[in-house]
């Protein structure tokens, strides 16, 4: 389970400070997938880097399965599997390879790392392109090694941001099953993105966010009746405020 308490983020700019976030808080429970849906620019790639550690909070707090991520940042990242905006793999190793080397970074056994790259790779679709190095690698391909990379460890929190940008239908769908796999074991999962329909279809609780801040929260339901409306595009067009920027 993870716990986001009041998170703020600014950086400096030549015209001033620009908030990035702005008191974003929200809870994300355990054999669930939450969204956070908003347009680009919204703050939700910085939420998630403050949530995995690699950036600190001006002001606020995040909770992983009881732990402060400020004072536990290495206990936290052990219980987390991430896959950050940038998708990079190491061009000169296979597959295979890649995720290996985060399984013993992990601390792994390499029989317990090859029973889990097998496992991985037949869950994911990765036989094909396990042994082949990833220098020239689709970017569908490249994707599905970095989630198994994040996830060769078994973490209990899985955090995605953005996954299925630069996928094809094909690819698209195989991955949700495999999130709703993640769900059906009991995991956290947290996943962004710009576009409404790839949220709806996969999320049992959705977070909104539009300039840094939490417009709404709740079900697809829930959210439904915030905004007064049975179409779900248009409950998060009115909640957020404004068109621009989300995918129809």
Not at 43 to 64: A, I, Q
Request: aromatic share 4%; with cysteine; charged share 25%.
């Amino acid at each position: 389970m993870i716990e986001v308490h009041d998170l703020h983020k600014s950086f400096k700019a030549k015209a001033g400070p620009v908030h990035a976030v702005r008191g974003v808080s929200f809870e994300a429970r355990d054999g669930e997938i939450t969204g956070l849906l908003g347009p680009n620019g919204a703050g939700k790639t910085t939420t998630l880097r403050m949530l995995y550690t690699l950036m600190s909070p001006d002001r606020g707090s995040v909770r992983v399965d009881g732990l402060d991520a400020g004072r536990e940042a290495t206990a936290v990242r052990r219980t987390l599997g991430v896959l950050p905006d940038a998708r990079g793999v190491y061009k000169r190793l296979t597959a295979r390879e890649n995720i290996a080397y985060f399984g013993r970074l992990h601390g792994l056994d390499e029989a317990t790392i090859a029973e889990r790259i097998a496992g991985l790779a037949r869950r994911l679709e990765m036989e094909d392109f396990l042994d082949r190095r990833t220098e020239g690698f689709s970017q569908g391909q490249r994707t599905k090694t970095a989630i198994a990379r994040a996830l060769v460890h078994s973490p209990r929190n899985v955090i995605l941001d953005e996954p299925t940008n630069g996928l094809d239908v094909m690819t698209t769908r195989g991955l949700r099953a495999f999130l709703q796999e993640l769900r059906a074991q009991g995991r956290c999962v947290i996943f962004s993105s710009h576009i409404m329909q790839e949220v709806a279809a996969l999320c049992d609780r959705i977070v909104i966010i539009a300039q840094g801040e939490v417009r709404a929260t709740g079900t697809p339901d829930e959210l439904r009746a915030q905004a007064r409306t049975d179409n779900l595009e248009d409950a998060f067009v009115a909640l957020i405020g404004t068109e621009e920027g989300l995918s129809a």
